[in-house]
Protein backbone atom coordinates (compact mmCIF):
# COMPACT_ATOMS: atom_id res chain seq x y z
CA UNK A 1 0.00 0.00 0.00
CA UNK A 2 1.35 3.59 -1.03
CA UNK A 3 -0.36 6.52 0.79
CA UNK A 4 0.53 10.35 -0.59
CA UNK A 5 -0.67 12.66 2.26
CA UNK A 6 -1.12 16.37 1.50
CA UNK A 7 1.76 16.88 -1.42
CA UNK A 8 2.83 19.71 -2.86
CA UNK A 9 4.86 19.90 -5.65
CA UNK A 10 6.31 23.89 -7.76
CA UNK A 11 9.03 23.97 -9.77
CA UNK A 12 9.81 27.84 -9.49
CA UNK A 13 6.97 29.54 -9.45
CA UNK A 14 4.70 27.13 -10.86
CA UNK A 15 2.88 24.90 -8.71
CA UNK A 16 2.91 21.46 -10.51
CA UNK A 17 0.98 18.99 -7.27
CA UNK A 18 -1.51 20.59 -5.44
CA UNK A 19 -2.68 18.79 -2.39
CA UNK A 20 -2.32 15.55 -3.65
CA UNK A 21 -4.34 12.75 -1.27
CA UNK A 22 -4.65 9.69 -2.20
CA UNK A 23 -4.60 5.71 -1.05
CA UNK A 24 -2.90 3.08 -4.03
CA UNK A 25 -3.87 -0.61 -2.64
CA UNK A 26 -2.07 -3.70 -2.58
CA UNK A 27 -2.54 -6.62 -4.91
CA UNK A 28 -4.41 -3.99 -7.67
CA UNK A 29 -3.12 -1.78 -10.20
CA UNK A 30 -4.18 1.71 -9.47
CA UNK A 31 -3.83 4.04 -12.51
CA UNK A 32 -3.26 7.50 -12.31
CA UNK A 33 -4.67 9.31 -15.65
CA UNK A 34 -4.98 12.75 -17.02
CA UNK A 35 -4.20 15.46 -19.89
CA UNK A 36 -0.48 15.31 -20.93
CA UNK A 37 1.14 18.16 -18.41
CA UNK A 38 -1.60 17.20 -15.75
CA UNK A 39 1.32 16.25 -13.35
CA UNK A 40 1.21 12.61 -13.55
CA UNK A 41 4.58 12.19 -14.22
CA UNK A 42 5.82 14.69 -11.72
CA UNK A 43 3.43 12.76 -9.27
CA UNK A 44 5.01 9.39 -10.28
CA UNK A 45 8.45 11.01 -9.70
CA UNK A 46 7.74 12.34 -6.73
CA UNK A 47 5.98 9.15 -5.17
CA UNK A 48 9.40 6.78 -6.29
CA UNK A 49 11.53 10.01 -5.22
CA UNK A 50 13.14 11.35 -8.17
CA UNK A 51 11.69 14.60 -7.31
CA UNK A 52 11.62 15.55 -3.53
CA UNK A 53 8.16 16.97 -2.87
CA UNK A 54 7.59 20.36 -0.87
CA UNK A 55 5.14 19.79 1.66
CA UNK A 56 3.70 16.38 2.28
CA UNK A 57 4.40 12.93 2.85
CA UNK A 58 4.48 9.53 0.86
CA UNK A 59 4.30 6.50 3.28
CA UNK A 60 5.01 3.02 1.69
CA UNK A 61 2.88 0.30 3.95
CA UNK A 62 4.48 2.04 7.24
CA UNK A 63 7.52 3.50 6.47
CA UNK A 64 7.02 7.53 5.37
CA UNK A 65 10.07 7.10 2.12
CA UNK A 66 10.55 10.73 1.45
CA UNK A 67 12.02 11.14 5.41
CA UNK A 68 13.80 8.64 5.08
CA UNK A 69 17.29 9.15 5.37
CA UNK A 70 19.72 8.66 1.93
CA UNK A 71 20.83 5.08 2.95
CA UNK A 72 17.34 4.33 4.16
CA UNK A 73 15.98 5.32 1.43
CA UNK A 74 18.32 3.34 -0.50
CA UNK A 75 17.67 0.16 0.58
CA UNK A 76 13.76 0.78 0.24
CA UNK A 77 14.89 1.23 -3.52
CA UNK A 78 15.64 -2.55 -3.78
CA UNK A 79 11.73 -3.18 -3.12
CA UNK A 80 10.66 -0.99 -6.03
CA UNK A 81 10.26 -1.66 -9.74
CA UNK A 82 10.09 0.67 -12.69
CA UNK A 83 9.36 0.77 -16.11
CA UNK A 84 9.90 4.13 -18.11
CA UNK A 85 8.14 5.09 -21.12
CA UNK A 86 10.76 4.64 -23.03
CA UNK A 87 12.01 1.58 -21.26
CA UNK A 88 15.54 2.70 -20.14
CA UNK A 89 17.13 0.01 -20.92
CA UNK A 90 21.07 0.28 -20.44
CA UNK A 91 21.89 0.54 -24.55
CA UNK A 92 25.59 -0.67 -23.99
CA UNK A 93 24.04 -3.92 -22.19
CA UNK A 94 22.73 -7.51 -23.93
CA UNK A 95 19.49 -7.75 -22.81
CA UNK A 96 20.39 -10.38 -20.76
CA UNK A 97 23.06 -7.81 -18.71
CA UNK A 98 20.18 -5.50 -18.27
CA UNK A 99 17.88 -8.19 -16.62
CA UNK A 100 20.88 -9.56 -14.41
CA UNK A 101 21.96 -6.10 -13.82
CA UNK A 102 20.13 -5.31 -10.49
CA UNK A 103 21.25 -8.91 -9.38
CA UNK A 104 24.72 -7.89 -10.14
CA UNK A 105 24.34 -4.83 -7.91
CA UNK A 106 22.85 -6.24 -4.84
CA UNK A 107 23.33 -9.87 -4.58
CA UNK A 108 25.59 -11.92 -3.86
CA UNK A 109 24.19 -14.81 -6.37
CA UNK A 110 26.55 -16.75 -8.40
CA UNK A 111 26.72 -16.15 -12.27
CA UNK A 112 25.03 -19.15 -13.15
CA UNK A 113 21.96 -17.97 -11.02
CA UNK A 114 21.84 -14.61 -11.66
CA UNK A 115 21.73 -15.91 -15.83
CA UNK A 116 18.71 -18.46 -14.54
CA UNK A 117 16.81 -16.19 -12.71
CA UNK A 118 16.99 -13.09 -15.42
CA UNK A 119 16.12 -16.19 -17.95
CA UNK A 120 13.29 -16.53 -15.17
CA UNK A 121 11.70 -12.94 -15.75
CA UNK A 122 12.47 -12.70 -19.54
CA UNK A 123 9.79 -16.13 -20.14
CA UNK A 124 7.58 -14.76 -17.57
CA UNK A 125 7.37 -11.80 -19.77
CA UNK A 126 7.53 -14.13 -23.31
CA UNK A 127 11.07 -13.22 -24.10
CA UNK A 128 12.85 -15.71 -25.46
CA UNK A 129 15.85 -16.10 -27.24
CA UNK A 130 16.73 -12.90 -27.54
CA UNK A 131 19.39 -12.97 -24.79
CA UNK A 132 22.37 -11.98 -26.21
CA UNK A 133 20.86 -9.03 -28.42
CA UNK A 134 21.15 -5.39 -28.01
CA UNK A 135 18.08 -3.28 -27.30
CA UNK A 136 18.38 -1.45 -30.48
CA UNK A 137 18.25 -4.94 -32.31
CA UNK A 138 14.68 -5.65 -30.47
CA UNK A 139 11.28 -3.78 -30.92
CA UNK A 140 9.99 -1.44 -28.87
CA UNK A 141 7.07 -3.72 -27.54
CA UNK A 142 9.46 -6.46 -26.57
CA UNK A 143 12.17 -3.61 -24.96
CA UNK A 144 8.83 -2.80 -22.78
CA UNK A 145 9.02 -6.46 -21.72
CA UNK A 146 12.65 -6.74 -21.18
CA UNK A 147 11.87 -3.55 -18.95
CA UNK A 148 9.55 -5.14 -16.91
CA UNK A 149 11.68 -8.29 -16.88
CA UNK A 150 14.05 -6.30 -15.22
CA UNK A 151 11.69 -3.90 -12.91
CA UNK A 152 10.23 -7.88 -11.15
CA UNK A 153 13.94 -9.20 -11.20
CA UNK A 154 14.53 -8.60 -7.68
CA UNK A 155 10.92 -9.37 -6.40
CA UNK A 156 9.49 -6.21 -5.96
CA UNK A 157 7.12 -4.86 -3.48
CA UNK A 158 6.22 -1.63 -5.30
CA UNK A 159 5.99 -1.82 -9.18
CA UNK A 160 5.61 1.88 -10.44
CA UNK A 161 4.98 2.32 -14.87
CA UNK A 162 5.09 5.36 -16.60
CA UNK A 163 2.87 5.26 -19.66
CA UNK A 164 3.56 1.84 -20.30
CA UNK A 165 1.74 1.79 -23.59
CA UNK A 166 3.15 5.04 -25.53
CA UNK A 167 4.44 4.07 -28.85
CA UNK A 168 2.79 0.52 -29.29
CA UNK A 169 0.30 -0.54 -31.27
CA UNK A 170 -3.27 -1.36 -29.79
CA UNK A 171 -2.39 -5.29 -29.58
CA UNK A 172 0.99 -4.77 -27.89
CA UNK A 173 -0.60 -2.31 -25.16
CA UNK A 174 -3.06 -4.81 -24.55
CA UNK A 175 -0.28 -7.58 -24.09
CA UNK A 176 1.78 -5.05 -22.09
CA UNK A 177 -1.46 -3.77 -19.91
CA UNK A 178 -2.46 -7.67 -19.42
CA UNK A 179 1.11 -8.46 -18.00
CA UNK A 180 1.12 -5.77 -15.60
CA UNK A 181 -1.80 -7.34 -14.47
CA UNK A 182 -1.26 -10.24 -14.29
CA UNK A 183 2.32 -9.52 -12.70
CA UNK A 184 0.35 -7.49 -9.66
CA UNK A 185 -1.31 -10.39 -8.58
CA UNK A 186 1.44 -13.13 -9.07
CA UNK A 187 3.71 -10.60 -6.68
CA UNK A 188 0.87 -9.15 -4.77
CA UNK A 189 2.62 -5.97 -5.67
CA UNK A 190 0.91 -2.41 -4.74
CA UNK A 191 1.14 -1.10 -8.97
CA UNK A 192 1.11 2.41 -10.20
CA UNK A 193 0.46 3.18 -13.47
CA UNK A 194 0.75 6.31 -15.38
CA UNK A 195 -1.15 6.54 -18.34
CA UNK A 196 -3.62 8.69 -20.97
CA UNK A 197 -4.85 5.73 -22.67
CA UNK A 198 -8.46 4.92 -22.04
CA UNK A 199 -8.03 1.14 -23.24
CA UNK A 200 -5.58 0.47 -20.50
CA UNK A 201 -8.33 1.37 -17.93
CA UNK A 202 -10.79 0.02 -19.28
CA UNK A 203 -8.67 -3.55 -19.16
CA UNK A 204 -6.70 -2.96 -15.50
CA UNK A 205 -8.00 0.23 -13.93
CA UNK A 206 -8.56 -1.75 -10.01
CA UNK A 207 -8.71 2.20 -9.26
CA UNK A 208 -8.34 5.37 -11.36
CA UNK A 209 -7.34 8.02 -10.10
CA UNK A 210 -8.11 11.59 -12.70
CA UNK A 211 -5.23 14.36 -12.23
CA UNK A 212 -6.47 17.92 -13.22
CA UNK A 213 -4.08 20.70 -13.32
CA UNK A 214 -1.91 18.99 -10.55
CA UNK A 215 -5.14 18.17 -8.07
CA UNK A 216 -6.83 15.26 -7.30
CA UNK A 217 -9.88 16.05 -9.38
CA UNK A 218 -11.77 11.94 -9.35
CA UNK A 219 -11.13 8.66 -7.97
CA UNK A 220 -13.11 5.49 -8.23
CA UNK A 221 -13.14 2.13 -10.34
CA UNK A 222 -12.96 1.84 -13.98
CA UNK A 223 -16.42 0.69 -13.80
CA UNK A 224 -17.58 4.41 -12.06
CA UNK A 225 -16.42 5.78 -15.13
CA UNK A 226 -18.83 5.87 -17.00
CA UNK A 227 -21.53 6.89 -14.88
CA UNK A 228 -19.37 9.70 -13.59
CA UNK A 229 -20.86 13.37 -13.84
CA UNK A 230 -17.72 15.20 -13.61
CA UNK A 231 -17.26 17.29 -16.75
CA UNK A 232 -12.96 17.56 -17.02
CA UNK A 233 -13.10 13.63 -16.09
CA UNK A 234 -15.97 13.12 -19.01
CA UNK A 235 -14.00 15.41 -21.50
CA UNK A 236 -10.69 13.42 -20.51
CA UNK A 237 -12.40 9.97 -21.20
CA UNK A 238 -14.83 10.75 -24.38
CA UNK A 239 -12.59 12.90 -26.39
CA UNK A 240 -12.59 10.49 -29.21
CA UNK A 241 -14.92 10.01 -31.44
CA UNK A 242 -14.96 5.83 -30.81
CA UNK A 243 -15.43 6.65 -26.66
CA UNK A 244 -18.28 8.75 -27.64
CA UNK A 245 -19.93 6.26 -29.86
CA UNK A 246 -19.38 3.70 -26.91
CA UNK A 247 -21.01 6.25 -24.04
CA UNK A 248 -24.44 6.45 -26.94
CA UNK A 249 -24.63 2.68 -27.40
CA UNK A 250 -24.19 2.24 -23.25
CA UNK A 251 -26.78 4.88 -23.15
CA UNK A 252 -28.83 3.78 -25.59
CA UNK A 253 -28.93 -0.02 -23.62
CA UNK A 254 -29.85 1.53 -20.70
CA UNK B 1 25.61 33.45 -9.63
CA UNK B 2 25.84 30.54 -12.45
CA UNK B 3 29.59 30.56 -12.28
CA UNK B 4 29.32 29.27 -8.33
CA UNK B 5 26.62 27.17 -9.35
CA UNK B 6 28.33 25.67 -11.72
CA UNK B 7 30.78 24.72 -8.87
CA UNK B 8 29.16 23.93 -6.47
CA UNK B 9 27.32 21.56 -8.52
CA UNK B 10 30.71 20.12 -10.01
CA UNK B 11 32.06 19.44 -6.09
CA UNK B 12 28.81 18.17 -4.70
CA UNK B 13 29.03 15.61 -8.09
CA UNK B 14 32.61 14.54 -6.92
CA UNK B 15 31.54 14.22 -3.31
CA UNK B 16 28.68 11.52 -4.79
CA UNK B 17 31.72 10.02 -7.37
CA UNK B 18 33.79 9.32 -4.48
CA UNK B 19 31.28 7.56 -1.72
CA UNK B 20 31.45 4.08 -1.08
CA UNK B 21 31.26 1.92 -4.20
CA UNK B 22 28.34 -0.54 -4.11
CA UNK B 23 30.10 -3.55 -5.44
CA UNK B 24 34.34 -3.42 -5.74
CA UNK B 25 34.15 -6.23 -8.40
CA UNK B 26 31.46 -4.68 -10.75
CA UNK B 27 33.49 -1.29 -10.42
CA UNK B 28 36.71 -3.09 -11.39
CA UNK B 29 35.05 -4.73 -14.54
CA UNK B 30 33.94 -1.18 -15.40
CA UNK B 31 37.21 -0.22 -15.02
CA UNK B 32 38.80 -2.46 -17.09
CA UNK B 33 36.01 -1.39 -19.92
CA UNK B 34 36.79 2.14 -19.54
CA UNK B 35 40.17 1.71 -20.15
CA UNK B 36 39.98 -0.52 -23.46
CA UNK B 37 37.34 2.18 -24.26
CA UNK B 38 38.73 5.50 -23.09
CA UNK B 39 42.56 4.25 -22.84
CA UNK B 40 43.37 1.98 -25.21
CA UNK B 41 40.93 2.99 -28.60
CA UNK B 42 42.88 6.58 -28.09
CA UNK B 43 46.32 5.04 -28.59
CA UNK B 44 45.66 5.72 -32.79
CA UNK B 45 45.17 9.04 -32.82
CA UNK B 46 48.00 9.84 -30.18
CA UNK B 47 50.86 7.99 -32.67
CA UNK B 48 49.64 9.73 -35.52
CA UNK B 49 49.64 13.30 -34.06
CA UNK B 50 52.78 12.20 -32.12
CA UNK B 51 54.57 10.94 -35.11
CA UNK B 52 53.28 14.13 -37.56
CA UNK B 53 54.11 16.70 -34.68
CA UNK B 54 57.43 15.55 -33.77
CA UNK B 55 58.32 15.71 -37.63
CA UNK B 56 57.17 19.24 -37.72
CA UNK B 57 58.62 20.27 -34.89
CA UNK B 58 62.30 18.97 -36.44
CA UNK B 59 62.02 20.46 -39.55
CA UNK B 60 60.96 23.86 -38.10
CA UNK B 61 63.96 23.92 -35.42
CA UNK B 62 66.51 22.87 -38.16
CA UNK B 63 65.36 25.77 -40.52
CA UNK B 64 65.18 28.88 -37.97
CA UNK B 65 68.87 27.70 -36.93
CA UNK B 66 70.17 27.38 -39.83
CA UNK B 67 73.43 29.65 -38.90
CA UNK B 68 76.60 28.00 -38.66
CA UNK B 69 76.91 29.43 -35.10
CA UNK B 70 73.93 26.57 -34.00
CA UNK B 71 75.34 23.14 -33.28
CA UNK B 72 73.08 20.93 -35.38
CA UNK B 73 72.63 18.63 -32.04
CA UNK B 74 70.42 21.79 -30.78
CA UNK B 75 67.48 20.34 -32.91
CA UNK B 76 67.03 16.68 -31.13
CA UNK B 77 67.55 18.89 -28.12
CA UNK B 78 64.90 20.88 -28.39
CA UNK B 79 62.52 18.72 -30.19
CA UNK B 80 62.85 16.27 -26.98
CA UNK B 81 62.28 18.98 -25.13
CA UNK B 82 59.84 20.85 -26.68
CA UNK B 83 58.03 16.96 -26.44
CA UNK B 84 58.82 16.36 -22.71
CA UNK B 85 57.73 19.76 -21.54
CA UNK B 86 54.50 20.68 -23.97
CA UNK B 87 53.41 18.41 -26.63
CA UNK B 88 53.27 15.22 -25.09
CA UNK B 89 50.97 16.66 -21.72
CA UNK B 90 49.81 20.00 -22.62
CA UNK B 91 48.74 19.47 -26.34
CA UNK B 92 48.15 15.28 -26.42
CA UNK B 93 45.53 15.89 -23.38
CA UNK B 94 43.83 19.19 -25.43
CA UNK B 95 43.50 16.46 -28.06
CA UNK B 96 42.19 13.94 -25.94
CA UNK B 97 39.52 16.30 -24.38
CA UNK B 98 38.17 16.44 -27.66
CA UNK B 99 38.14 12.73 -28.16
CA UNK B 100 37.35 11.33 -25.01
CA UNK B 101 35.50 14.46 -23.32
CA UNK B 102 32.78 14.73 -26.32
CA UNK B 103 32.66 10.41 -25.99
CA UNK B 104 32.10 10.90 -22.36
CA UNK B 105 29.24 13.98 -22.41
CA UNK B 106 27.34 12.58 -24.63
CA UNK B 107 27.29 8.74 -23.42
CA UNK B 108 26.50 9.85 -19.65
CA UNK B 109 24.23 12.94 -21.56
CA UNK B 110 22.03 10.53 -23.74
CA UNK B 111 21.98 7.95 -21.14
CA UNK B 112 20.32 10.99 -18.78
CA UNK B 113 17.76 12.09 -21.46
CA UNK B 114 16.26 8.50 -21.86
CA UNK B 115 15.97 8.03 -18.36
CA UNK B 116 18.80 5.42 -17.95
CA UNK B 117 19.66 7.30 -15.19
CA UNK B 118 17.03 7.62 -13.69
CA UNK B 119 16.01 3.80 -13.99
CA UNK B 120 19.56 3.26 -11.86
CA UNK B 121 18.54 5.65 -9.04
CA UNK B 122 15.52 3.87 -8.73
CA UNK B 123 17.24 0.78 -8.23
CA UNK B 124 19.02 2.22 -5.29
CA UNK B 125 22.04 2.62 -7.28
CA UNK B 126 24.98 5.50 -6.78
CA UNK B 127 24.68 6.38 -10.60
CA UNK B 128 27.57 8.98 -10.64
CA UNK B 129 29.70 6.87 -8.50
CA UNK B 130 29.32 4.21 -11.17
CA UNK B 131 29.42 5.92 -14.12
CA UNK B 132 31.71 8.22 -13.93
CA UNK B 133 34.23 6.62 -11.17
CA UNK B 134 35.62 4.14 -13.28
CA UNK B 135 35.92 6.19 -16.62
CA UNK B 136 37.77 9.00 -14.10
CA UNK B 137 39.97 5.84 -12.81
CA UNK B 138 40.90 4.42 -16.15
CA UNK B 139 41.86 7.77 -17.86
CA UNK B 140 44.07 8.86 -14.85
CA UNK B 141 45.83 5.85 -14.72
CA UNK B 142 46.12 4.69 -18.29
CA UNK B 143 46.73 8.59 -19.32
CA UNK B 144 50.40 8.70 -18.51
CA UNK B 145 51.13 5.92 -20.62
CA UNK B 146 49.86 7.35 -23.30
CA UNK B 147 52.29 10.34 -22.69
CA UNK B 148 54.93 8.08 -22.68
CA UNK B 149 53.99 6.40 -26.26
CA UNK B 150 53.51 10.00 -27.70
CA UNK B 151 57.34 11.21 -26.22
CA UNK B 152 58.82 8.08 -27.57
CA UNK B 153 56.61 8.12 -30.88
CA UNK B 154 57.19 12.34 -31.47
CA UNK B 155 61.14 12.02 -30.97
CA UNK B 156 61.15 8.86 -33.66
CA UNK B 157 59.06 11.09 -35.97
CA UNK B 158 61.74 13.88 -35.47
CA UNK B 159 64.60 11.44 -36.05
CA UNK B 160 63.31 10.11 -39.56
CA UNK B 161 61.86 13.62 -40.81
CA UNK B 162 65.13 14.93 -39.85
CA UNK B 163 67.06 12.49 -41.37
CA UNK B 164 64.67 12.39 -44.74
CA UNK B 165 65.24 15.87 -44.94
CA UNK B 166 68.60 15.77 -45.16
CA UNK B 167 68.83 18.51 -42.29
CA UNK B 168 70.90 16.98 -39.93
CA UNK B 169 72.34 13.32 -39.28
CA UNK B 170 71.23 10.51 -36.69
CA UNK B 171 74.32 11.54 -34.54
CA UNK B 172 73.93 14.46 -34.37
CA UNK B 173 69.90 13.87 -33.35
CA UNK B 174 70.70 11.57 -31.07
CA UNK B 175 73.02 13.27 -29.68
CA UNK B 176 71.05 16.43 -29.05
CA UNK B 177 68.30 13.87 -27.48
CA UNK B 178 71.00 12.52 -24.94
CA UNK B 179 72.56 16.59 -24.23
CA UNK B 180 71.54 17.89 -21.10
CA UNK B 181 68.37 15.42 -20.28
CA UNK B 182 67.07 16.11 -17.07
CA UNK B 183 64.76 12.97 -16.41
CA UNK B 184 62.31 15.08 -13.66
CA UNK B 185 60.48 16.73 -17.37
CA UNK B 186 59.21 13.39 -17.73
CA UNK B 187 57.89 13.10 -14.12
CA UNK B 188 56.67 16.53 -14.68
CA UNK B 189 54.60 15.71 -17.64
CA UNK B 190 53.63 12.64 -16.32
CA UNK B 191 52.01 14.61 -13.50
CA UNK B 192 50.36 17.08 -15.59
CA UNK B 193 48.98 14.13 -17.36
CA UNK B 194 47.35 12.40 -14.84
CA UNK B 195 45.53 15.85 -13.50
CA UNK B 196 44.53 16.82 -17.05
CA UNK B 197 42.66 13.16 -17.67
CA UNK B 198 40.89 14.10 -14.40
CA UNK B 199 40.06 17.32 -15.62
CA UNK B 200 38.45 16.09 -18.91
CA UNK B 201 36.97 13.25 -17.27
CA UNK B 202 35.36 14.98 -14.30
CA UNK B 203 33.99 18.00 -16.31
CA UNK B 204 32.89 16.47 -19.34
CA UNK B 205 30.99 13.59 -16.92
CA UNK B 206 29.57 16.98 -15.16
CA UNK B 207 27.93 18.28 -18.28
CA UNK B 208 26.77 15.23 -19.54
CA UNK B 209 25.19 14.05 -16.13
CA UNK B 210 23.44 17.21 -16.12
CA UNK B 211 22.05 17.22 -19.35
CA UNK B 212 18.35 17.70 -19.85
CA UNK B 213 15.73 17.38 -22.54
CA UNK B 214 16.53 15.70 -25.75
CA UNK B 215 19.27 15.28 -28.55
CA UNK B 216 20.03 18.81 -29.28
CA UNK B 217 21.02 19.61 -25.48
CA UNK B 218 23.05 16.38 -25.50
CA UNK B 219 25.07 18.06 -28.70
CA UNK B 220 25.28 21.45 -26.52
CA UNK B 221 26.68 19.52 -23.31
CA UNK B 222 29.02 17.34 -25.42
CA UNK B 223 30.46 21.02 -26.70
CA UNK B 224 30.59 22.69 -23.30
CA UNK B 225 32.41 19.53 -22.21
CA UNK B 226 35.39 20.29 -24.52
CA UNK B 227 35.33 23.82 -24.62
CA UNK B 228 35.28 23.72 -20.75
CA UNK B 229 37.71 20.47 -20.26
CA UNK B 230 40.10 22.89 -23.22
CA UNK B 231 40.26 26.07 -20.66
CA UNK B 232 40.85 24.00 -17.56
CA UNK B 233 43.71 22.30 -18.68
CA UNK B 234 45.24 25.41 -20.14
CA UNK B 235 45.22 26.88 -17.00
CA UNK B 236 45.93 23.92 -14.77
CA UNK B 237 48.57 23.99 -17.70
CA UNK B 238 49.82 27.09 -15.84
CA UNK B 239 49.84 26.87 -12.34
CA UNK B 240 51.30 23.33 -12.81
CA UNK B 241 53.97 24.27 -14.43
CA UNK B 242 54.57 27.30 -11.65
CA UNK B 243 54.34 24.51 -9.24
CA UNK B 244 56.12 21.88 -10.59
CA UNK B 245 59.36 23.52 -12.43
CA UNK B 246 59.56 26.87 -10.72
Given at each position: MIEVKNVFKSFNETH???NINVLFEKGKTNLIIGQSGSGKTVLLKSIVGLHDVDEGEIVFDDTVFNKLEFKEKKEMRKQIGMLFQGGA?????TVEENVMYPLDMFTEMSLDEKRDRANECLKRVN????????????SGGMQKRVAIARAIALNPKYLFCD??????DPQTAILIDDLIKELTIEYNMTTIVNTHDMNSVMEIGDKVMFIYKGEKWWEGTKEDIFDTQNKELNNFIFASKLSQKIRELKNHKN | MGLFNHVGKYFLLLFRVFS????LKIYYRETIKEIDKLGLNSIGIVAIISIFMGAVITIQTAYNT???????YLIGLTARDTLLLEFSSTIVALILAGKIGSNIASEIGTMRVTEQIDAMEIMGVNSASYLILPKIIATVLFSPFLCLMSMIIGIFGGWIAGVATGVMTTQDYVYGIQY?????YIVYALIKMAIFAFLITSISAYHGYYSYGGSLEVGKSSTKAVVRSSIFILLFNVILTQLLLS
Open positions: VLKLFDSAIINVNELFPSEIEPNSGL | KPEKENPIYPKAFIPY
